[in-house]
């Protein structure tokens, strides 16, 4: 059985898909944008955005009853590998050991030309 799980206090799906879907114990947190809910806006930098990609996901993993300590797998898409190091350092602050799996790409562009986009599987 899956549930969808859905929050204000993340950006609404902005096609045919949930912002996550609890099967079982395990939350599926669909690639978040570093957009804020609030107020529509994308902060510029990767720092910045990388902080608001993973809000977003601590919002709707709170919403499915659990938290970042629940994350066991991440998937990163970056506009550009350079940007790996700034995102890993804010990415640091919110993840602590034993941290998740994690795979991290350059992709060739992001919805809104974002520079970061961020998954998660959560088990809660």
């Known amino acids: 059985m899956k ?5 204000k206090k993340a950006p609404g799906a902005i096609g ?3 912002q996550a ?3 079982g114990a395990f939350v ?3 690639g978040q ?4 809910a609030a107020t529509g806006e994308m902060p510029a930098d990767i720092k910045a955005q990388t902080a608001q990609s993973i809000e977003n996901i601590k919002a709707i993993l709170e919403e499915a009853g659990g938290s970042l300590d629940n994350v066991v797998k991440t998937t990163v898409l970056l506009a550009d590998m350079s940007l790996f190091g700034p995102m890993n350092e ?3 602050e919110y993840f602590k050991a034993v941290y ?5 790409f350059a992709v060739k562009e992001l919805p809104k030309q974002a520079l970061v986009e961020i998954e998660a599987v959560a088990f809660i």
Do not use: D, M, Q
């Open 3 to 7: 549930e969808e799980i859905s929050t």
């Open 16 to 18: 045919p898909y949930s």
């Open 21 to 23: 879907v609890k099967a």
């Open 28 to 30: 599926y947190v669909s």
């Open 33 to 36: 944008l570093p957009i804020n």
């Open 90 to 92: 804010v990415y640091g």
């Open 100 to 104: 998740p799996a994690r795979a991290a």
